[in-house]
């Protein structure tokens, strides 16, 4: 078959191709449209030291404290992916999110270490208080893993985590941008329908 033919294909049945195009775009505007409203948060935590080196002798408690504050931002980064700490939060929260498998615990939060002491915690919520509540659950149960470090250390290591208020904002949603898209994979697939229907009427 040539080229030709084929454009005289989806010329003759260019109306089915819109029609197919049309409910694609539609189901795909309204499943955008009825999706709940998310919330994002960007939770900044920083790594103080809690004591300092009680010594008349040359000092090497800057130095240390920056290489233990580097150790445990990793460890923080780390903590956020576990299920064990993730389900805490959301118990000590009160908030239920509704976890369907381990993998699900794994990505809600996503930390990232942007210095030996800042690390930035960012996730999704139904709503701004239940941002809140997570917030503050997640320094409560990270300072208890950081008491648990110091206590474990004899006092060596001894940090705070503390963080200023949440940032957090309402999630757009692209209604605009999932109908055209959705508009072009109903053409494409409108385009797919009829040659398979062709090939299969002879």
């Given at each position: 078959?040539?080229?030709?033919?084929?454009?005289?294909?989806?010329?003759?049945?260019?109306?089915?191709?819109?029609?197919?195009?049309?409910?694609?775009t539609?189901?795909?505007?309204?499943?955008?449209?009825?999706?709940p409203t998310?919330?994002?948060?960007?939770?900044?935590?920083?790594?103080?030291?809690?004591?300092?080196?009680?010594?008349?002798?040359?000092?090497?408690?800057?130095?240390?404290?920056?290489?233990?504050?580097?150790?445990?931002?990793?460890?923080?980064?780390?903590?956020?992916?576990?299920?064990?700490?993730?389900?805490?939060?959301?118990?000590?929260?009160?908030?239920?999110?509704?976890?369907?498998?381990?993998?699900?615990?794994?990505?809600?939060?996503?930390?990232?270490?942007?210095s030996?002491?800042?690390?930035?915690?960012?996730?999704?919520?139904?709503?701004?208080?239940?941002?809140?509540?997570?917030?503050k659950?997640?320094?409560?149960?990270?300072?208890?893993?950081?008491?648990?470090?110091?206590?474990?250390?004899?006092?060596?290591i001894?940090?705070?985590?503390?963080?200023?208020?949440?940032?957090?904002?309402q999630?757009?949603?692209?209604?605009?941008?999932?109908?055209?898209?959705?508009?072009?994979?109903?053409?494409?697939?409108?385009?797919?329908?009829?040659?398979?229907?062709?090939?299969?009427s002879?």
């Amino acid at each position: 078959m040539e080229l030709k033919e084929y454009f005289e294909i989806i010329k003759r049945k260019f109306k089915l191709i819109i029609a197919v195009a049309f409910v694609v775009t539609s189901s795909t505007f309204l499943f955008s449209a009825l999706q709940p409203t998310r919330y994002e948060t960007s939770l900044s935590l920083f790594l103080s030291k809690d004591k300092s080196q009680q010594t008349d002798d040359f000092k090497y408690d800057g130095y240390y404290a920056l290489e233990a504050s580097e150790k445990i931002a990793d460890s923080i980064t780390q903590w956020a992916k576990s299920p064990e700490l993730v389900n805490a939060v959301y118990q000590k929260a009160e908030v239920d999110d509704g976890f369907q498998s381990l993998k699900s615990y794994t990505k809600k939060f996503n930390a990232k270490k942007m210095s030996p002491q800042y690390v930035e915690v960012k996730f999704e919520t139904n709503n701004a208080e239940e941002a809140d509540k997570i917030s503050k659950a997640i320094v409560e149960e990270i300072n208890d893993k950081v008491i648990k470090l110091e206590k474990d250390s004899e006092g060596e290591i001894s940090f705070l985590v503390s963080n200023e208020n949440p940032i957090i904002i309402q999630k757009q949603k692209n209604i605009f941008l999932n109908s055209m898209i959705g508009f072009i994979s109903g053409i494409a697939f409108g385009i797919f329908f009829v040659f398979f229907r062709r090939y299969f009427s002879k």
